[in-house]
């Protein structure tokens, strides 16, 4: 599928070897609150991850501490924003955390080795402040928790799609579900690169064709996480 190899293998903020990443170890996250209403932030962003969790198998629970945690969510304000880039960000150029301040609502990013294409960290930044004047909480959880699951690419060709920027979804399509089920089939190993992958792309394609997993995909899409909790 040429919208798994758009998203899976590019990326919205790296240019690096084109290859799959993903987690090989359960996901430990951890809440950083610097904005309020951490009850209703809680619950939108556990939800989403039991759904993410349902549809990829990957182990994703609460940490037992922020220093435990592989995944750090920081809700924060524009006032804190810059602070909270410098803090969680500064191996980033700081030309590119200065873009990331202007030019992003909300923003999420992930470390993977080079070698293997294994994510070993990530974090989500969101100025929950910013999110809501453009009302776009839900998208910004929906959007950044997942893309870190490694998924990381924006594309106009892949719709419809929390991926596609010009898209007015803001909740998981059938199609984002396919490409999570896809991403973590376990045919599909962290560090393949294009050439290996395309051939397994196909036979799963067809696997899912054949087994009606297109609606499968959407009525998993509409009845789960957010777009479930969130009229």
């Known amino acids: 599928m040429d919208a798994f190899v758009e998203i ?44 993410l969790a349902e549809l990829t198998g990957v182990s994703i629970r609460p940490a037992a ?34 873009k990331f301040f202007r030019e992003t609502v909300c923003l999420g990013t992930f470390n993977s080795s080079r070698r293997s294409g294994r994510i ?32 990381p690419n924006d594309s106009d060709k892949v719709y419809p799609s929390i991926f596609n920027d010009h898209s007015t979804d803001i909740f998981l399509t059938g199609l984002d579900v396919l490409l999570l089920r896809m991403l973590y089939d376990p045919r599909i190993a ?8 395309r051939p397994l792309l196909r036979t799963i394609a067809v696997e899912i064709t054949r087994d009606g997993g297109f ?17």
């Open 65 to 98: 501490s922020i220093e435990a945690a592989n995944y750090v969510v920081v809700l924060t304000s524009e006032s804190r924003l810059k602070d909270d880039l410098q803090r969680h960000l500064g191996g980033y150029p700081a030309a590119q955390r200065d």
């Open 8 to 51: 899976a293998l590019g990326s919205e903020h790296d240019v690096r070897r084109r290859q799959v990443r993903k987690w090989a170890t359960p996901i430990h996250y951890a809440l950083i609150h610097q904005a309020g209403d951490a009850e209703l932030h809680e619950r939108l962003i556990r939800t989403h991850f039991e759904h």
């Open 120 to 151: 070993t960290r990530a974090v989500a930044i969101i100025p929950v402040d910013r999110a809501r004047a453009r009302g776009k909480l839900p998208a910004c959880i929906v959007e950044e928790l997942t893309q870190v699951l490694g998924l």
């Open 190 to 197: 962290h560090g393949m690169e294009e050439a290996e992958l």
């Open 215 to 231: 609606e499968k995909a959407e009525r998993a899409a509409a009845a789960g996480g957010l777009s479930g909790l969130i009229p």
